[in-house]
């Protein structure tokens, strides 16, 4: 039974997963970022200049993007488990 509730947990965060990849674009602005991670742009503003959130690339002096996959790598990477 413990396998199958295992398997089932398994699967919710693939479709999750998934549905997250259908409304984000593969390259996210940082309004975008920031509304995938339900941040502000200044938050993600600070995380750029202290170097502390997720990795970006940075185009241009005015052009920077955000890799999904990366930040959602990123993001479940802080993930803190519970008992």
Same mark, same amino acid.
């Given at each position: @039974?413990?396998?199958?509730?295992?398997?089932?947990?398994? /699967?919710?965060?693939?479709?999750?997963?998934?549905?997250? $990849?259908?409304?984000?674009?593969?390259? @996210?602005?940082?309004?975008?970022?920031?509304?995938?991670? #339900?941040? #502000?742009?200044?938050? /993600?503003?600070? !995380? $750029?200049?202290? $170097?502390?959130?997720?990795?970006?690339?940075?185009?241009? #002096? $005015? #052009?920077?993007?955000?890799?999904?996959?990366?930040? /959602?790598? !990123?993001?479940?990477?802080?993930?803190?488990?519970?008992?």
């Amino acid at each position: @039974m413990d396998d199958l509730v295992e398997e089932i947990r398994a /699967l919710r965060g693939e479709v999750a997963a998934f549905k997250t $990849r259908e409304q984000f674009p593969p390259l @996210m602005t940082p309004a975008q970022t920031a509304d995938f991670l #339900s941040k #502000s742009e200044e938050v /993600l503003y600070l !995380w $750029r200049k202290e $170097r502390t959130g997720p990795p970006f690339l940075h185009v241009t #002096s $005015r #052009s920077i993007f955000y890799d999904r996959d990366e930040v /959602l790598a !990123w993001a479940r990477s802080h993930r803190v488990e519970t008992q």
